[in-house]
């Protein structure tokens, strides 16, 4: 993990990939500005390449406390408050990640709620837990841009198995709810 001052310019870095994406997938951008945004882009891959390293000492995805734990991979999720029942936060779908007609992507949707649900698995479970199944109803559509509420708690515990429910809303707007199976993983497996 980066040390304390470092952490903070990696979170912000992180903040600003995402403002990035969001802004790269609703522009129209002039070839000129293609080309720049290319050679830049070359240029950051091939220093970045210098500096890569095996998973478990990665940073994008490790840094707890952080909204969607420091990474970009799905919506940016806030957990504001967390225990052994369940937890809620806030989620926003950037224009990163729009569909159709000011829909959120239903790809996306699954990722954020695999996130916070896999949470409260993890907060019951004494090892890591995989997700063995997580089945998500679209009630509504899911707007992007702006903060939409999320909980997940936990139905049962039988053995391994965690299953955990969640809900997404805007408002009184029921935009989808997901149940999942997360499954402790036995002693010694990957
Ligand atoms: C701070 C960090 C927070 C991170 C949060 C993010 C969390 C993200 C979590 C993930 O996304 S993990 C990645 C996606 N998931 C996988 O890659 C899992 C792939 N599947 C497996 O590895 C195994 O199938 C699994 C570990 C889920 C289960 O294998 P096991 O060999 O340990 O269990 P087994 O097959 O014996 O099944 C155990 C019980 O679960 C039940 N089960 C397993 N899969 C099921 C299923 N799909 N549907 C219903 N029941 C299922 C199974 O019937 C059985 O029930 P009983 O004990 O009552 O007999």
New binding site residues.
């Given amino acids: 993990m980066p040390d304390e001052a470092s952490a903070g310019d990696y979170a912000a870095m992180i903040e600003d990939l995402r403002g990035f994406l969001d802004r790269l997938s609703s522009a129209r951008p002039s070839p000129e500005a293609v080309r720049c945004l290319r050679e830049a882009l070359t240029g950051w891959s091939a220093e970045l390449d210098r500096s890569q390293v095996p998973e478990h000492d990665r940073v994008f995805?490790r840094l707890?406390g952080l909204p969607g734990?420091g990474q970009t991979m799905s919506p940016r999720l806030e957990i504001v408050e967390t225990g052994p029942d369940g937890s809620r936060g806030t989620v926003r779908f950037g224009r990163y990640h729009l569909g159709r007609n000011g829909a959120a992507h239903g790809g996306s949707i699954p990722l954020v709620f695999?996130?916070?649900?896999?949470?409260v698995?993890?907060v019951n479970g004494r090892s890591l837990?995989?997700?063995?199944?997580?089945r998500v109803d679209y009630r509504s559509i899911t707007p992007i841009d702006r903060d939409l509420e999320i909980s997940a708690r936990l139905v049962s515990v039988?053995?391994?198995?965690y299953v955990v429910a969640g809900e997404l809303r805007d408002g009184p707007v029921l935009c989808a709810e997901a149940e999942a199976?997360?499954?402790?993983?036995?002693p010694g497996?990957p």
């Fill in positions: 995805g707890a734990r695999d996130e916070i649900l896999g949470q698995a993890r837990a995989r997700t063995a199944y997580l039988t053995g391994r198995k199976l997360f499954v402790e993983l036995r497996r």
